[in-house]
Protein backbone atom coordinates (compact mmCIF):
# COMPACT_ATOMS: atom_id res chain seq x y z
CA UNK A 1 0.00 0.00 0.00
CA UNK A 2 1.54 3.03 -1.02
CA UNK A 3 1.19 5.16 2.31
CA UNK A 4 1.93 8.44 0.90
CA UNK A 5 -0.58 8.69 -1.28
CA UNK A 6 -3.34 7.54 1.54
CA UNK A 7 -1.94 10.87 3.56
CA UNK A 8 -2.77 13.23 0.62
CA UNK A 9 -5.46 13.64 2.07
CA UNK A 10 -4.16 15.11 5.37
CA UNK A 11 -1.65 16.87 3.38
CA UNK A 12 -2.77 20.51 3.25
CA UNK A 13 -0.07 22.80 4.34
CA UNK A 14 -1.22 24.23 7.30
CA UNK A 15 0.99 26.23 8.69
CA UNK A 16 1.02 32.80 14.74
CA UNK A 17 -0.02 36.02 14.77
CA UNK A 18 -2.71 38.61 15.59
CA UNK A 19 -5.96 39.53 13.49
CA UNK A 20 -7.30 43.02 14.90
CA UNK A 21 -7.15 41.88 18.43
CA UNK A 22 -8.68 38.40 17.31
CA UNK A 23 -5.94 35.24 17.05
CA UNK A 24 -4.36 34.40 14.51
CA UNK A 25 -6.02 29.88 14.00
CA UNK A 26 -4.16 29.73 10.53
CA UNK A 27 -0.52 28.49 11.77
CA UNK A 28 0.15 25.35 12.35
CA UNK A 29 1.73 26.60 15.80
CA UNK A 30 -1.72 27.47 16.82
CA UNK A 31 -3.81 25.89 19.30
CA UNK A 32 -7.60 27.03 20.62
CA UNK A 33 -7.82 27.68 23.78
CA UNK A 34 -9.80 25.67 26.97
CA UNK A 35 -13.07 24.65 25.10
CA UNK A 36 -12.85 25.87 21.88
CA UNK A 37 -12.98 23.93 18.70
CA UNK A 38 -11.35 24.79 15.65
CA UNK A 39 -12.55 23.26 12.36
CA UNK A 40 -10.11 22.59 9.33
CA UNK A 41 -11.47 21.46 5.87
CA UNK A 42 -9.49 20.88 3.08
CA UNK A 43 -9.17 19.48 -0.81
CA UNK A 44 -6.68 18.82 -2.63
CA UNK A 45 -5.22 17.98 -5.98
CA UNK A 46 -1.90 16.28 -6.75
CA UNK A 47 -0.46 15.70 -10.21
CA UNK A 48 3.09 13.88 -10.74
CA UNK A 49 3.91 13.54 -14.48
CA UNK A 50 6.79 11.49 -15.59
CA UNK A 51 9.37 12.73 -18.28
CA UNK A 52 8.77 12.32 -21.63
CA UNK A 53 5.23 11.56 -20.94
CA UNK A 54 5.25 7.65 -19.94
CA UNK A 55 2.48 8.12 -17.18
CA UNK A 56 0.56 10.84 -15.15
CA UNK A 57 -0.26 9.95 -11.53
CA UNK A 58 -3.56 11.95 -10.09
CA UNK A 59 -5.33 11.92 -6.90
CA UNK A 60 -7.74 14.23 -5.47
CA UNK A 61 -8.69 14.38 -1.45
CA UNK A 62 -10.66 15.93 1.30
CA UNK A 63 -10.45 15.93 4.98
CA UNK A 64 -12.14 17.48 7.86
CA UNK A 65 -10.08 17.61 11.03
CA UNK A 66 -12.10 19.04 14.12
CA UNK A 67 -9.00 20.28 17.07
CA UNK A 68 -10.65 20.57 20.94
CA UNK A 69 -8.76 22.87 23.20
CA UNK A 70 -8.47 20.46 26.68
CA UNK A 71 -6.43 23.13 28.24
CA UNK A 72 -5.21 26.34 26.81
CA UNK A 73 -1.53 24.12 25.59
CA UNK A 74 -2.90 20.98 24.91
CA UNK A 75 -5.63 19.82 22.16
CA UNK A 76 -6.95 16.61 20.64
CA UNK A 77 -8.01 15.92 17.29
CA UNK A 78 -9.60 13.47 14.91
CA UNK A 79 -9.69 13.38 10.93
CA UNK A 80 -11.59 11.64 8.15
CA UNK A 81 -10.29 11.98 4.99
CA UNK A 82 -11.75 10.20 1.63
CA UNK A 83 -9.24 9.99 -1.67
CA UNK A 84 -12.14 9.56 -4.37
CA UNK A 85 -11.99 7.96 -7.40
CA UNK A 86 -13.23 10.73 -10.00
CA UNK A 87 -12.79 10.28 -13.49
CA UNK A 88 -10.45 13.39 -15.09
CA UNK A 89 -9.18 13.90 -11.63
CA UNK A 90 -7.85 10.82 -10.59
CA UNK A 91 -6.16 7.75 -12.10
CA UNK A 92 -9.24 5.96 -11.03
CA UNK A 93 -6.95 3.42 -8.95
CA UNK A 94 -9.33 2.86 -6.28
CA UNK A 95 -12.15 0.38 -5.52
CA UNK A 96 -14.79 3.17 -5.46
CA UNK A 97 -15.48 6.53 -4.18
CA UNK A 98 -15.40 5.94 -0.76
CA UNK A 99 -11.62 5.30 0.48
CA UNK A 100 -11.41 6.82 4.32
CA UNK A 101 -8.78 6.68 6.12
CA UNK A 102 -9.06 8.51 10.00
CA UNK A 103 -6.27 9.76 12.63
CA UNK A 104 -6.50 10.38 16.33
CA UNK A 105 -3.71 12.92 17.42
CA UNK A 106 -3.16 15.03 20.36
CA UNK A 107 -0.30 18.08 20.55
CA UNK A 108 1.16 20.43 23.33
CA UNK A 109 2.33 23.86 23.33
CA UNK A 110 5.09 25.78 24.99
CA UNK A 111 6.47 28.95 25.24
CA UNK A 112 9.63 30.21 26.72
CA UNK A 113 9.53 33.59 26.11
CA UNK A 114 9.48 34.27 22.15
CA UNK A 115 10.25 30.89 21.59
CA UNK A 116 7.39 29.14 20.72
CA UNK A 117 6.98 24.98 20.52
CA UNK A 118 5.24 22.52 19.71
CA UNK A 119 4.84 18.55 20.00
CA UNK A 120 2.33 16.16 19.12
CA UNK A 121 1.52 12.41 18.31
CA UNK A 122 -0.71 11.21 16.00
CA UNK A 123 -2.32 7.49 15.05
CA UNK A 124 -3.23 6.82 11.38
CA UNK A 125 -5.57 3.74 10.29
CA UNK A 126 -7.22 3.08 6.77
CA UNK A 127 -8.21 -0.41 5.61
CA UNK A 128 -6.12 -1.45 2.11
CA UNK A 129 -8.95 -3.67 0.85
CA UNK A 130 -11.83 -0.36 0.90
CA UNK A 131 -9.56 1.64 -0.85
CA UNK A 132 -8.28 -1.42 -3.63
CA UNK A 133 -10.90 -4.54 -3.95
CA UNK A 134 -10.17 -6.98 -1.84
CA UNK A 135 -8.81 -9.55 -4.81
CA UNK A 136 -5.02 -9.56 -3.48
CA UNK A 137 -5.37 -6.95 -1.01
CA UNK A 138 -5.45 -7.62 2.64
CA UNK A 139 -8.87 -6.92 4.63
CA UNK A 140 -6.57 -6.23 7.39
CA UNK A 141 -6.25 -2.06 9.00
CA UNK A 142 -3.16 -0.61 8.06
CA UNK A 143 -1.98 1.39 11.30
CA UNK A 144 0.82 4.08 11.33
CA UNK A 145 2.00 6.37 13.68
CA UNK A 146 3.32 10.11 13.31
CA UNK A 147 5.02 12.27 15.45
CA UNK A 148 6.30 15.70 14.77
CA UNK A 149 8.29 18.50 16.68
CA UNK A 150 7.74 22.01 16.23
CA UNK A 151 9.73 25.21 16.75
CA UNK A 152 9.21 29.14 16.35
CA UNK A 153 10.60 32.32 16.62
CA UNK A 154 8.01 35.28 17.52
CA UNK A 155 9.54 38.21 16.24
CA UNK A 156 6.50 40.65 16.59
CA UNK A 157 4.47 42.57 13.78
CA UNK A 158 3.34 39.29 12.49
CA UNK A 159 6.45 37.74 11.72
CA UNK A 160 6.99 34.01 13.28
CA UNK A 161 10.26 31.84 11.05
CA UNK A 162 9.68 28.36 12.44
CA UNK A 163 10.66 24.90 11.63
CA UNK A 164 8.38 21.71 11.69
CA UNK A 165 9.80 17.51 11.22
CA UNK A 166 7.82 14.81 11.42
CA UNK A 167 8.49 11.05 11.49
CA UNK A 168 5.67 8.38 10.39
CA UNK A 169 5.92 4.73 9.75
CA UNK A 170 2.98 2.17 8.76
CA UNK A 171 3.89 -0.22 12.56
CA UNK A 172 2.29 -3.52 11.73
CA UNK A 173 4.57 -4.04 8.75
CA UNK A 174 7.49 -6.45 9.11
CA UNK A 175 9.46 -4.83 6.30
CA UNK A 176 8.04 -1.29 7.21
CA UNK A 177 9.58 2.52 5.36
CA UNK A 178 10.14 5.37 7.31
CA UNK A 179 9.28 8.55 6.19
CA UNK A 180 10.60 11.65 7.50
CA UNK A 181 9.74 15.41 6.70
CA UNK A 182 11.34 18.82 7.48
CA UNK A 183 9.39 22.18 6.42
CA UNK A 184 11.37 25.33 7.01
CA UNK A 185 9.51 28.78 6.51
CA UNK A 186 8.22 31.85 7.62
CA UNK A 187 4.44 32.80 8.88
CA UNK A 188 3.18 36.53 8.03
CA UNK A 189 0.40 38.48 8.95
CA UNK A 190 -0.51 41.21 6.22
CA UNK A 191 -3.05 43.66 4.70
CA UNK A 192 -4.03 45.18 7.89
CA UNK A 193 -3.96 41.60 9.72
CA UNK A 194 -7.02 40.32 7.16
CA UNK A 195 -4.16 38.31 5.37
CA UNK A 196 -1.74 35.23 6.13
CA UNK A 197 0.52 33.61 4.43
CA UNK A 198 3.24 30.97 4.59
CA UNK A 199 6.52 29.94 2.56
CA UNK A 200 9.02 27.68 2.68
CA UNK A 201 11.08 24.21 1.77
CA UNK A 202 10.10 21.28 2.71
CA UNK A 203 12.64 18.70 2.88
CA UNK A 204 11.44 14.53 2.53
CA UNK A 205 13.70 11.51 3.08
CA UNK A 206 12.38 8.12 3.13
CA UNK A 207 13.68 4.69 3.88
CA UNK A 208 12.88 1.97 1.93
CA UNK A 209 12.99 -1.36 3.12
CA UNK A 210 11.51 -3.20 -0.21
CA UNK A 211 10.85 -5.29 -2.22
CA UNK A 212 8.65 -3.05 -3.42
CA UNK A 213 9.00 0.52 -4.21
CA UNK A 214 12.45 2.15 -5.08
CA UNK A 215 14.18 -1.66 -4.41
CA UNK A 216 15.40 -1.20 -1.04
CA UNK A 217 16.96 2.57 -1.89
CA UNK A 218 16.42 5.42 0.25
CA UNK A 219 14.83 8.54 -0.90
CA UNK A 220 15.77 12.49 -0.71
CA UNK A 221 13.47 15.26 -2.03
CA UNK A 222 12.62 19.04 -1.86
CA UNK A 223 9.17 20.85 -2.37
CA UNK A 224 8.37 24.31 -2.28
CA UNK A 225 5.39 24.92 -0.18
CA UNK A 226 3.36 28.00 0.34
CA UNK A 227 -0.49 28.46 1.87
CA UNK A 228 -2.38 31.93 1.59
CA UNK A 229 -5.50 32.57 3.82
CA UNK A 230 -8.23 35.45 4.07
CA UNK A 231 -9.73 36.15 7.26
CA UNK A 232 -13.84 36.49 6.58
CA UNK A 233 -14.80 37.49 9.94
CA UNK A 234 -12.99 37.12 13.48
CA UNK A 235 -13.03 33.22 13.72
CA UNK A 236 -13.59 32.60 9.63
CA UNK A 237 -10.50 31.77 7.43
CA UNK A 238 -10.35 30.30 3.92
CA UNK A 239 -7.50 29.91 1.94
CA UNK A 240 -5.25 28.39 -0.78
CA UNK A 241 -2.68 25.70 -0.58
CA UNK A 242 0.01 24.25 -2.75
CA UNK A 243 3.73 22.88 -3.19
CA UNK A 244 5.60 21.97 -5.67
CA UNK A 245 8.71 19.41 -6.26
CA UNK A 246 11.98 20.74 -6.78
CA UNK A 247 14.74 18.32 -6.70
CA UNK A 248 15.87 14.75 -5.88
CA UNK A 249 16.20 11.34 -5.88
CA UNK A 250 12.86 11.31 -8.46
CA UNK A 251 13.89 14.22 -10.53
CA UNK A 252 15.67 11.36 -12.99
CA UNK A 253 12.47 10.34 -13.93
CA UNK A 254 9.48 12.88 -12.82
CA UNK A 255 8.86 15.93 -15.40
CA UNK A 256 6.82 17.63 -12.80
CA UNK A 257 5.01 16.95 -9.31
CA UNK A 258 3.02 20.02 -7.61
CA UNK A 259 -0.26 19.55 -5.25
CA UNK A 260 -2.91 22.58 -4.97
CA UNK A 261 -6.07 22.92 -2.95
CA UNK A 262 -8.03 24.97 -0.86
CA UNK A 263 -9.41 25.26 3.15
CA UNK A 264 -11.87 26.63 5.44
CA UNK A 265 -11.11 26.99 9.36
CA UNK A 266 -13.57 27.82 11.47
CA UNK A 267 -12.41 28.69 15.32
CA UNK A 268 -16.02 28.05 17.68
Not at 220 to 236: C, I, K, R
Amino acid sequence: MNFKTMLLGTAAATLIAGVANAKDFTGSLFLPSKGEILSTTTAGYNRETTKHGWWADEDFAAAEELTYGVTDNFAVYGRISNNFDFKRLTNRNYNNEHNFAYALGAKYNHNFGKVLTQIGAEYFTAQEASWYGHKGNSSEWTKAVEVEAQVGYDMGDGLTPYVKATAASIIDDRDRDMEYSVFAGVHKTFACDKMSADLGVRYEFTTDNGPWGYNGHNTNDWYLQGEVNYFVTDNVAVGVFGDYYLDGTKSHWVDYDYTVGVNLRVLF
